[in-house]
């Protein structure tokens, strides 16, 4: 499994993947950001082949850091808490399928990123969601 979430807009993609090495992590990243977008990462060597500016958190055992201040205004803006936590989201919305076949993961997987990404629901939402297409009269 990979994942990007977007800083600035919240955006979540994800991917399910055959491996998770460096190759892999690097076309899905590259897939997913724009060409000079900072990544913030953990201090995995995968993420070296990524082409895009890298910013580090190192939380090895031992270290117990988890979140880093890089520019010195108090702000501790390098860490990977919203990936891990969009992770731990991803974990609860599979629980209650009490297992899902591999071969089927990547459709619960594309309903948790579009759920994710929908933010809120609306009449329009709601529309295309069930196919339905817009009426004028809403009444007697």
């Not at 979430?5 to 990243?29: F, I, K, N, S, Y």
């Not at 190192?58 to 205004?73: I, L």
């Amino acid at each position: 499994m990979a994942g990007v979430v977007g800083r600035d807009t919240g955006e979540v993609r994800l991917e399910v993947v055959e491996a998770a090495d460096a190759a892999t992590l690097r076309e899905v990243v590259h897939a997913a950001t724009r060409e000079g977008a900072t990544l913030y990462t953990d201090d995995w060597a995968g993420y070296d082949g990524v082409d895009r500016p890298r910013q580090t958190c190192r939380h090895t055992p031992g270290s117990r850091v988890w979140a880093r201040d890089a520019d010195g205004d108090g702000v501790r803006e390098v860490h990977t808490n919203t990936c891990e936590g969009l992770w731990t989201g991803l974990r609860t919305f599979l629980r209650p399928f009490r297992g899902v076949s591999k071969w089927h993961l990547g459709g619960y997987v594309a309903v948790f990123q579009w759920a994710t990404n929908a933010k809120r629901v609306t009449a329009a939402f709601v529309q295309a969601l069930f196919g339905i297409r817009p009426s004028t009269v809403y009444g007697p």
